[in-house]
DNA sequence: AAAAAACTTGAATATTTATTCATTATGGGA
DNA sequence: TCCCATAATGAATAAATATTCAAGTTTTTT
């Protein structure tokens, strides 16, 4: 895994856990876990993971990762999905997710449509689902990833 | 109603209805419609409206409009909300929004809480909403903004 | 394994966007 | 109506962000 990998996982790692405001900030933020680049690149990365500045309540701005419900008929899926799933644990570096019966496929693909960086495939069978995560993923950001997902997985996870 | 407002609300309007990818170009089309404003303006103009900059498949930037869908437990209100709506008519000047008995007041509450700069304000009975538009809005984009905030409509509408 | 193609990056810079500062308009109370 | 306070705006400028260009890497092809 390049260096890259890890820049860009750590980024969407500190936008969904801090408010930052802009690239300068995220930059020295980078620089804090050993990740060393120029702003020109961090532009770049951000432009690549598709992350928004928004204004935050009049006073700022800050940097949010894309929303995850563009997918049309996202809302129906999700609260299908959020219907289904059971639990999630983790082996091996690898997430298994136990569903009710039936609803792994549909579970899957709608992890794999909305594509994040930090899962990069998914395996499902009738009620349990296979996660690959990205090297140097943690379990919690793969938690965070399922949760930016499917929202309504917060009360049911963790 | 001032300059401003009208601004504000062509604003939202080109944006949704087109790509725009600088503050440059809207400000050419605000001109196109007599609008005559500095960037200064329209700097503060997107901030206040919550407008996007969001990086659009790998190539370039576009506008966008703040996405409706962050209110807590929004995607349960809105299927509900899509369920019970069944029509909405105009007439002078305001919109009537006939729902399933009983479902008024959950949607034109769903209505209230994404406050759109469209609509000022609505009223709601039983099966009937009252939604009072801004001053120059057309019906079109009161459906529009509809339709940003319940997605599911955009088959029952139009 | 060499050559070609594609990708990644930083430095410098161009471009774009936000803010400051000064000015003008707007909207209540006396 | 006259103040006063607040809001809106533009010009200039500061600040932030995107891109260009050249160089270095990795990957693929032959």
Redesign the interface.
Known sequence: MGNRTERLLTIRNIISSKKVSSQEELLSLLEEKGLNYTQATLSRD???L??????DN?KG?IYEL??Q?NV?GH??A??YAAQGFVSIKFANKLGVIKTLPGYAPSIASLIDQTNPFEIIGTLAGDDTILLIPHENVSEQDVINTLVLII??LKSKIK
């Open positions: 951000l432009k690549f598709k992350v928004n500045k928004i204004s009049e701005y894309p929303d419900h049309p809302e129906l999700e609260s929202p309504e």
